[in-house]
């Protein structure tokens, strides 16, 4: 069978311009999102639209996209074989929210867990987008007709209301859109990194303690201080076991960015300290990482350039995604 004229399955994730990604966002989810790039056909997003539900200070908000559009790409997201954009360039994704507002039930809405989480985390700026916000993150998987979902567990709910919303849709109108599936990579991808000061939580760049979280635009001597005061146990033995969480998180994190297995760390680092260990693997992620800095630099000083991918990259999702946007007006009945 001939693979050249066969159609790639798509693949759409977003990641919200809030501050610098942390090695938890990078191992966890861009880093899989470079390989998916081989086999699929790929529409990686930032979607600043969505980081509007919180109030953001215009100034540091167009540094915000800029930097994560950037590190997207020195992460090794390639605008020739990705189609790489931010999400208020493509009109269609406001417009098509639009339209799935209309077809989703209050009640479905009301029941998301994180807009009662954000809710109570802003009192003060509950706000309609707030609500409806997962209609807009249905717009932007459906646009593109996509397959795969990379999702984390916090988003599963999201994706689900998804599939209901694209599901009722196809009843009412007509086959329209692809129903989507969640793309959770295999159990060696996609490492849960978990904070460094306390390591039974997920490591956020939102945490009050910046020892607990590395950035990915961290320079080395950071990252290997940070390591050094990583929470361990008082067990001192190097091997991945239940209760050892800090020292789990460390050997995790040492597998992914060597490629090693965690039973070749567990061997590599038998009968040494745990000092030996933390410096080792600040050491590894830091040497992991520079070459991202380096390429970071590159593009963010080279304007013209940046430019020139995100162009490109919501040309093509503009094109794409009007094909699925002028399909959904006429089955409503508007008039072309």
Known sequence: MDNQNQKKPVVFSGIQPTGVMTLGNYLGA???WVKLQDDYDCYYCIVDMHALTVRQDPVQFRKNILDAYALMLACGIDPDRSTAFIQSHVKTHAEL??????NTPFGELSRMTQFKDKSQKHPDNVNAGLFTYPTLMAADILL???????VGVDQKQHLELTRNIAQRFNQAYGDTFVVPDGYIPAANEGAKIMSLQEPTKKMSKSDENPNAFITILDDKDTIVRKFKRAVTDSDMEIR????KDGINNLLTIYSVVTGKSIAEAE????GKGYGDFKLAVGEAVADHLKPIRDRFAELRSDKTQLEGFYHAGADKALYVSQKTLSKVYKKIGFIR
């Not at 929210?97 to 209309?102: H, P, T």
């Not at 007709?145 to 990379?150: F, K, M, N, T």
């Open 30 to 32: 861009l880093k899989n």
């Open 97 to 102: 929210a639009w339209v799935l507002n209309c």
């Open 144 to 150: 593109y007709q996509a397959d795969l979902v990379p």
């Open 240 to 243: 991945y076991a239940e209760g």
């Open 267 to 270: 061997a590599e680092f038998a």
